[in-house]
């Protein structure tokens, strides 16, 4: 019986050290996927500007729009919503993904990218 209690504690502090790393290593691979989806943007916002030297005002006229859920796989959840930041004009841009509530999510991490290609 001792055996076994001894093995539970050690299990235990296994898992205490273990589970910590592992969740801190999910939320940069769920970082990653945001860091995609605005590096995408930013190329659609790109080929946009091509077109008529302007920037594309709303996601929704991009050939990109990571915040359209219409085409996801069925029972898939995104870990970030992307909106259009700080008021964007024909000639800059910033667009932003905010953390969301899904998976253990705070809902308040964002990340950015501008028109220069910077991702904060």
Do not use: C, W
């Not at 589970?19 to 080929?47: C, G, V, W």
């Not at 996601?59 to 992307?82: M, W």
């Amino acid at each position: 019986m001792i055996e076994l209690l001894i093995v539970i504690i050690i299990l235990s502090a296994l898992a205490a050290l273990a589970l910590p790393a592992y969740f801190a290593s999910t939320e940069r691979s769920r970082r990653q996927e945001a860091i995609a989806s605005l590096s995408a943007t930013r190329e659609s916002q790109m080929r946009f500007y091509a077109l008529g030297k302007v920037y594309s005002l709303t996601l929704a006229g991009l050939d990109f729009d990571p915040s359209n859920t219409a085409n996801d796989p069925p029972g898939s959840n995104r870990h970030y919503t992307y909106a259009m930041g700080g008021g964007p004009t024909t000639s800059a841009y910033t667009v932003v993904a905010t953390r969301n509530g899904v998976d253990g999510g705070n809902g308040t991490d964002t990340v950015t990218i501008n028109q220069a290609g910077t991702i904060t």
